[in-house]
Structures are given as C-alpha cells and as structure tokens.
C-alpha cells in the first residue's frame, strides 16, 4: 500500500440553490479543486463520485459519467457511489483504495447532493431509503424517528438529557458562523432548542440537521507526486469502513453504533495513534444525538460520557478535542452525498493552518466520521499533515 | 411511493400477518424477518419456520410528530423498538394504548391493523401494531 495524500479541494456554499442546478454545483466543486491541486485535468486519471439519491431528487442516475463530463474529463473512468448518507466518504475511500495500490496517481473525488428540487415529504422518503424501507420505514419510522430511539435508550442508560444534545446544537452553529461555506451562519441557544417542536421525541427540529444542496471535490495523489506538486499536502493516514443491519432494531445495542467502533478500532491499529493523540474531529451529527454516539464509539470520551462532554465545552473550539469546527451537518448543512468529502476538506484546511477563525491550534492529527443511515455504514478516515 | 405495489404486499403476507419467521437449529436464533442464512452459522446453519411470539416489551419509543406519505394523518404516533418473548426484535407502531403507559419495558401484544393507503389507486397494506397490555 502506497501513501496517499489530499492535494487539492473545491467546495460550494452549503444551502438552498435555486439557481444553480447539480451539474452546475459538482463542476464548481470539481474545478477550484483541480485549479487548488495545481494539476492539469489531463493529469487525472479516474473520478469517484458520491451521490444518495440524485434519482429521487432529480431524477438523474448515471452520476459517474455526467461528472466526467461536466468536468471535461472525457474518456478516463468515472464511477458513483452509493452508500446513503456515507456515499461521499465511501467514494473518498475507494479512490484512496485505487491510488494506495498503484493502479493511479492522481483521481479526482467529488461528493454531490441537490435535495431541494422535491418537497420535503418526498426528501424524506428519499432519505428514508437509507434505513429498512420493508420493515422500519414502512411501518411509519422516519430518520428522525430512528436516531429518537437511539436517543431515548441513551437518555435511559446513561442520564443523557435534551439540553445536553441541544448543546451539540448549540456548539456546531457557533462554530458554522465562521463558516462561509455553512447554510447556518448564525448562533442558537438551548432554549431555542428546547421550544423548537418536537419531530420525534425527544428530538426537536433543531437537532436535526438540515435539508441541503451543496457538492464538495478533493484531488488525492500518491504522497510521492503529492510532494511534488504540492505546497503542503494532507496525507490520508487510514481509510476504514464497516458495516452493520440495515434495520435499526436488528442491532447488538441501541447506545452505540458498532460499524463507527469497527471502522475506528482499524484505523487507530493501521495508524498506530489513540483516541487521544487526535486533535480535531468532524462527526456525523445528522441527529445531536449521533454526534454524542460518535465522541463516545470515537474513544473520545467513555460511553454514556458524551453529553456531559458537550455541556463542558470540551469539545468546543479551544476544548479538549474540538469536534465539527467547520459546524457539522447540523449548522454546516448535510447535502448527503457530499456530507463525507466535505468532512474531508475541513481536515484538509485544518492541517494546513487554513481553517481562519476556526483553525485549531497546532492541529498534527484529525479525523472525519461519515456515516449511513442509522449506522449501517460508517467511514473513519484519519489525516496528518505530510512533512516533505 | 413504490410500497403500495401489489406483488411488494402480497409477497410479505406471511410476514406481516402472522410474524412469520425462521429460527436456526444450529445456535437456537430465531430472526424476523426470515432470513435465508443465519449470520452466526452461516453455512452450517440449518433454518426452518418459526412463528414469532406475540408479546413482547418496549425497548425504545417516540413519538412522531411529523409523518412521512401515507402516515400525515395519522400524527401524532407512536413508533417502537419490541423485544419479542423470544429475544427477536423489530420496529412497530404502538397503537390503541394510553400514552401515559407508553414507556421502556411496558408489556406489548401484536394486534392487526391497516398500515397506510399511500397509494390511492392501489391496495391498502395491512400489518402487525403493537398495543400496550396489562
């Protein structure tokens, strides 16, 4: 296995584009990546793309192909992935896979989502195809739904409480505010939290992330044409995913989810690095409740320790290890098949000191988090600054 | 929405009528729905139909405020994860029961029940709910 590093990254504003349609958003992404990796497009050699749900929402499959060519980057190979809500971050590690083994130097990653084109009735049954839609979804489950039954069983082991996730919340739009990528650049408090409705109880509106158009693109090279070509590269140190039940209710436990704990437990032996040599982290906090499950399975903080974690601040910017500075999915926004290479750019900015107001300091480690539905897929990446 | 489809309801009758499931003889798992390999055995797994109990508790609820098509009207329900007699767990809907008594490790029953009509033109689908007992 080859080393492989980021060399390049391009994203759009997360939010509502009504002007700008999917081609539109993956090409902007795809572009400033190619123009900030300072390759040529002739020098790409394979494209891996991640989408959820572009049937659904627009009607359009074949996304492999439609980026190569929007891209200009006709004839080589272009291929979507699909891993629900992990589609991005699956697509990042497949393209790791392929330049690890030598089969290419440099491929370039995209991850796409355009959600507001439907109404949120059919959003949600587009996202529901993320869970079980023959025994959970259609028996009136919804995503929301699902991570409330993982909330409510935490509450009930671990004392968890609604203020502690509604400080995810709270947290993540803080930090979204120096985000001029977030959809959400705007602070809330817990109570804002609190009387915001319930969807499924006890999750509130606001502690759901939103419903997002956005497309994020890294450029990955070996390290060795990394170097290169490359002022300061990011390497990917470790690339890991697993797998779990699609149906929540066919889990080993309700207050962990077990394919974060496999995927993680890999990529700290590959590594060699422990939970607490990490210095920032970008978590899947779909739900807030996901973003405590993911500090504890993580090894940040011991199970049923993330809520109280949250309310310190100890995983605010500046805390012990700063968790979803760029915002999360929660205030950064969550156009699904983009959500795991976005995670990826913010880690890319971080270790290169260019994260501006949200930059942690002397940051030599982080990690991203994606994960799939409930649980039945996530994706641990870990990531070092390249020292030439 | 693709769930009203005739042949998707009609092939699920067994299941979501009865609790239709299977149970392996090699390690005494039970699963709902069948599965055609047991995960734990795999190949030296032997699987024969099994009826599920019908009771159970309450292993996780909510409360669903906002449904998706087919259940708008039905808000707000509740959903339930259920541990059956027999360790098998499955996600339903709690129906005709006091919401005071809804909590972790109330005591449930299988009642049959009309679960959407999404499809106007379609057939109307009909499950297992679960009701709070005692």
């Given at each position: 296995m080859r080393s492989v590093s980021i060399i390049g990254a391009g994203l759009t504003t997360f939010g509502?584009?009504?002007?700008?349609s999917f081609r539109e958003l993956i090409a902007e992404a795809g572009i400033q990546a190619i123009q900030d990796a300072g390759?040529?497009?002739?020098?790409?050699e394979a494209i891996y793309g991640g989408a959820m749900a572009s049937g659904r929402f627009i009607?359009?499959?074949?996304i492999g192909a439609l980026i190569a060519d929007q891209l200009g980057l006709n004839p080589i190979p272009s291929v979507r992935l699909e891993a629900a809500c992990a589609s991005g971050g699956v697509a990042l590690r497949n393209a790791y896979l392929a330049v690890a083994s030598g089969m290419y130097d440099i491929v370039a990653v995209g991850g796409v989502e355009?959600?507001?084109?439907?109404?949120t009735e059919d959003a949600g049954f587009a996202l529901g195809g993320a869970g079980d839609q023959e025994t959970e979804l259609f028996m009136g489950a919804t995503f929301p739904a699902l991570y409330a039954l993982l909330a409510r069983a935490h509450m009930e082991e671990f004392g968890t409480t609604e203020e502690q996730m509604a400080a995810v919340a709270v947290k993540n739009h803080k930090n979204a505010v120096?985000?001029?990528?977030?959809q959400y650049r705007r602070e809330i408090t817990i109570e804002d939290v609190m009387k915001s409705g319930y969807v499924a109880s006890p999750l509130k509106l606001l502690d759901c992330s939103p419903i997002t158009d956005g497309a994020a693109a890294v450029i990955i090279a070996s390290s060795d044409v990394a170097k290169k070509v490359c002022e300061n590269p990011v390497e990917i140190l470790a690339s890991e995913q697993a797998s779990d039940s699609?149906?929540?209710?066919?889990?080993?436990?309700?207050?962990?989810?077990d394919a974060t704990k496999v995927a993680v437990k890999q990529a700290y032996e590959r590594t060699?690095?422990?939970?607490?040599?990490?210095?920032?982290a970008e978590v899947h906090?779909?739900?807030?409740i996901n973003e405590i499950l993911a500090t504890e399975d993580l090894g940040f903080?011991?199970?049923?320790?993330g809520g109280k974690a949250v309310e310190k601040g100890k995983?605010?910017?500046?805390?012990?290890i700063p968790v979803n500075?760029?915002?999360?999915?929660?205030?950064?926004?969550?156009p699904v098949g983009a959500t795991g290479v976005a995670q990826a750019i913010e880690a890319y900015w971080q270790l290169r000191g260019?994260?501006?107001?949200r930059q942690v300091k002397d940051a030599e480690y982080g990690l991203t988090h994606n994960v799939g539905g409930s649980g039945a897929t996530a994706v641990v990446n870990i990531y070092r600054r390249l020292e030439k | 929405m693709t769930t009203g489809f005739p042949p998707l309801l009609w092939r699920r009758f067994p299941e979501r009528y009865t609790l239709a499931g299977n149970k392996c003889e090699t390690c005494g798992t039970s699963y709902f729905p069948a599965?055609?390999?047991?995960?734990?055995?795999?190949?030296r797994g032997k699987l024969v139909d099994e009826s599920m109990p019908r009771k159970g508790k309450i292993v996780s609820w909510t409360q669903c405020f906002v449904g998706p098509t087919g259940f708008e009207?039905?808000?707000p329900y509740f959903v339930a994860i259920i541990e059956l007699e027999n360790k098998v767990r499955l996600l339903a809907q709690l129906v005709d029961s006091d919401e005071k008594k809804v909590k972790t490790g109330a005591c449930v029953e299988k009642v049959f029940r009309?679960?959407?009509?999404?499809?106007?033109?379609g057939p109307i689908a009909y499950g297992y709910k679960f009701k709070i007992v005692g």
């Open positions: 509502e584009h009504w002007e700008k390759v040529s497009g002739g020098q790409i009607g359009q499959e074949h355009k959600m507001t084109e439907v109404s120096n985000n001029p990528f977030a699609l149906a929540l209710s066919k889990r080993k436990s309700l207050t962990e989810l060699g690095l422990k939970a607490k040599d990490i210095d920032f906090d779909c739900f807030t903080f011991k199970k049923g320790e995983t605010a910017l500046g805390g012990e500075t760029s915002g999360g999915l929660k205030a950064k926004g969550h260019a994260a501006d107001k | 599965r055609k390999v047991c995960p734990n055995c795999r190949r009207h039905e808000t009309k679960i959407n009509d999404a499809d106007k033109s």
